[in-house]
């Protein structure tokens, strides 16, 4: 059964500082993973898919990187700014394209001014 | 382009009630996956359509059930509301070959009170 954990659950960081946020999962035989945002009692927003072919995305100020070997994946944070406060979750899709995601609990970051 | 609308965007029900929620899809996505997020918690799969077919569940009880629309636009409905079932319910659409593996694009959830 897959599992994926997020640690640490909170980070509170001072504006303008570079942040990695970590993601492992137990399952290596994965086919993609998938890092959203969600603002407090919001849905959830993409912000990156990597194929299990694939050693990074990136977009913007974000980049994500996959070791599906060693079962992790980071999402780095460029010059973080408060807006970028909110919780961030990680989800990992079966190899074969399974149906559903399995999330971790998300980590909750807040960038103080 | 559309993205996933779902409605209502709150309500509240009391126990041994019946509530649906609805879902629209994203222009051009044809299947649609449901999810349960408890407070603190990340989601946990519910049940998925491709094709107005059920086409994978997750851990969830038969008082779960649901249908997706030629549209595919889709319900959730839930039977016998327990107050475990107090959640934020989320609604994703995706267009992956047979359902499966596309970037899922998640609309802004129902939240549901059970009293």
């Known amino acids: 059964k897959q599992e994926v954990t997020q640690i640490p659950a909170a980070l509170s960081v001072p504006e303008g500082e570079n942040l990695v946020l970590n993601c492992s999962f137990t399952?290596?035989?994965?086919?993609?993973l998938q890092w959203f945002r969600q603002d407090p009692g919001k849905g959830l927003t993409s912000l990156l898919l990597?194929?299990?072919?694939?050693r990074e995305q990136t977009s913007g100020r974000l980049n994500a990187s996959l070791d599906k070997s060693s079962g992790r994946s980071t999402l780095y944070i460029a010059a973080s700014q408060p807006g970028d406060s909110a919780t961030y979750l990680c989800?990992?899709?079966?190899?074969?394209?399974?149906?559903?995601?399995?999330f971790g609990k998300g980590m909750k970051l807040t960038v103080n001014p | 382009e559309t993205g996933v609308t779902q409605s209502p965007t709150h309500l509240i029900k009391t126990r041994g009630q019946q509530v649906t929620l609805r879902c629209s899809s994203q222009?051009?996505?044809?299947?649609v996956s449901w999810y349960q997020q408890a407070l603190g918690q990340g989601p946990q799969f519910i049940f998925q359509?491709?094709?107005?077919?059920?086409?994978g569940r997750g851990n969830f009880p038969p008082r779960f059930s649901g249908l997706q629309f030629p549209n595919y636009s889709s319900e959730l409905n839930v039977n016998a509301l327990e107050l475990d079932d107090s959640a934020l319910y989320l609604c994703?659409?995706?267009?992956?070959?047979?359902?499966?593996?596309?970037?899922?694009?998640f609309g802004e959830g129902s939240r549901l009170t059970v009293l």
């Open positions: 994703a659409s995706s267009s992956g070959l047979a359902g499966f593996g596309g970037e899922l694009f």
């Open positions: 399952d290596s035989a994965i086919y993609n």
């Open positions: 990597i194929q299990s072919s694939q």
């Open positions: 989800a990992v899709r079966g190899q074969g394209g399974s149906e559903k995601l399995v």
């Open positions: 222009s051009g996505h044809n299947t």
């Open positions: 359509y491709y094709r107005e077919e059920e086409n």
